[in-house]
């Protein structure tokens, strides 16, 4: 059975820093692509950043520069560094994955995790 599970979250001030990490589970090694949403309340979920086995990390331009995905292949992590977090960064961050290529290139995920909270005060 597939499962993501997210961890990391929580508060901070605007200019600090989290780590949110996503273990992935059910697979046989990571999956080909994972990847980061997150929603605000009121507001339609948006890609943040994903990784792909074929073509590596890439990022919304809103966090471009200041968020960083890393990947640990023997512990089927997907990790997110977020650098100086800003208040409009605050939202419910959710883990995704996916095994189809066609899929992950129009980002549909079939897989979600529970998602961790990001609250950034100002």
């Known amino acids: 059975q597939v499962q993501l599970v997210e961890s990391g979250g929580g508060s901070v001030q605007a200019g600090g820093s989290l780590r949110l990490s996503c273990v992935a589970s059910?697979?046989?090694?990571?999956?080909?692509?994972m990847g980061w949403f997150r929603q605000s309340p009121g507001k339609t979920r948006e890609w943040v950043a994903s990784?792909?086995?074929?073509?590596?990390?890439s990022y919304a331009d809103s966090v471009k520069g200041r968020f960083h995905l890393s990947q640990d292949n023997a512990e089927n992590t997907l990790s997110l560094q977020m650098n100086n977090l800003k208040p409009e960064d605050t939202a419910m961050y959710y883990c995704?994955?996916?095994?189809?290529?066609?899929?992950?290139?129009?980002?549909?995920?079939?897989?979600w995790g529970q998602g961790t909270q990001v609250t950034v005060s100002s």
């Open positions: 990784f792909t086995r074929t073509e590596g990390s």
């Open positions: 059910g697979y046989t090694g990571i999956p080909y692509c």
């Open positions: 995704a994955a996916e095994e189809v290529g066609y899929n992950c290139r129009r980002r549909r995920y079939n897989s």
